[in-house]
């Protein structure tokens, strides 16, 4: 219930993403309609649409600048691999992969880096989900046709992000959904202390996951490898150590495979190029945006469905094609699940203990900005959206070990001494991320009230929280010790 609730409270950002979704449709129908492009620019045009409204939402007009300037450019390299696909398979194979593990490892340089490299894999995930070559071969009005679609992918990545831009204001002014104040940003990212950094470590996870996925797949698969690597892809995006990969796997696996199910059924009812398909895409990625906030195994579902739908709408809805699909999903998760666990393994609970000091970091940067003399509000609304931040970076990892702590419940796992500590680490784990959430509402009243002198009782209870949180984090038998 508690997670029907969360997600019922974000309905009405589901509606503007959903505002997005039909504009960038229709913006890359007409572009494929002026130009005769071919539907892919319309599925870049969605894809990037979709992607951009979820990093678009806190950034400043700084950062949309930036993302102005360095999306078509990316966008124009990625149509260039797009073709290379079709021309030089194992070329294009070969930078997909070093281009993503790229993005991951940029995350090393902090903020900056970590924008780059989430707009660096935006494009990609368009190129995964489309099943025609990105670039036709021949020439288009005069035009070689490289240059000609190159051009075009700018122009629709410019396209999406300015629908985002606009529907993102317009939802502001309108009450659709909260201003959101930029939160300040670090000077220099952390360094970990470990020998290799988490973000080489992720960026070789993610550059092998995907190149023995695409081995795999050429192999095994063709010419329907895209599913296994797509999979690759899925599950180890947001990789946050080896136990949050495995946790999420069985969430990614297990929707993957419903929602496959379910749309290879549906598509043999639909005729090639049937208008209704896309009806049923465009439904299917909106609610699927919206159900991500419970679980991303329904967001999972819901890509896999409308991969599905669209492959039928081009013509493949063999019901055939169901068996293979479901072997290269349960392929693709197990090679990426035994990746991240044996191949410079991340421990999930550094993970944790990273998220929890950060969030500490906010409380006590936002404590001192409200007891400041005189207090600024704009700074006391900037430290609270600081922690806002660090919030919802916690509940990344907080999943994982929610469903860890259930696990552990189970009567066999107390049979074992390994078991019962096991259990006893994972319910101090829990308790720390609830103590940080617990948190949350206190500092909305102060932060509400950072133009009065109430506050005390508030301060109060953050307080208490906090040493919550500091006393799991020096508890040597914790589960983040």
Known sequence: MASLSYALRNIRPALLQAAVVLACFGSGLALDHLEQLGPTIVVLTVVLGMTLGRTQRHGGLRRRLETLVTLPLISVACTE????????????????????ALSIWLRRFGPAGRRLGTLMALPFIALLVTPVPVLPSGLVAGMPTVGHSMLWSAVAAVIAFGWVWVCQ??????????ALPT????SAPRRSKARIQPSTRMAVQTGLSLG?????????FAPHWSWIVLTAFVVNSGNRGRGDVAYKCLQRIFGACVGTVAATLLAGTFAPRDDVAVVGILVVLIVGGWLRTISYAYWAGCVTSMLSLLQGYFGETHIGLLGERLEQILIGGALTVAVAWFVLPIKSTAVLRRRLADALTALGAFTEAFRATPRDPEQVRARHAAFLDALAELGKVAPTFQGLRRLSALPMVGLTRAGRRGRERMQAAVAAIEAVRACAPPLEALAGAAQTDAGGEHLRQVKGHAATVRGVLKAPESALA
């Open 212 to 220: 023995l996925a695409f081995l795999i797949g050429r192999w095994a």
């Open 169 to 178: 204001e317009l939802g502001e002014r309108i009450g659709l959904v909260g």
């Open 81 to 100: 691999i797009g073709r290379l696909f079709a021309e030089h398979p194992n070329v294009a194979d070969t930078l997909f992969t070093a281009a993503l």
């Open 183 to 186: 939160a300040p940003e670090a």
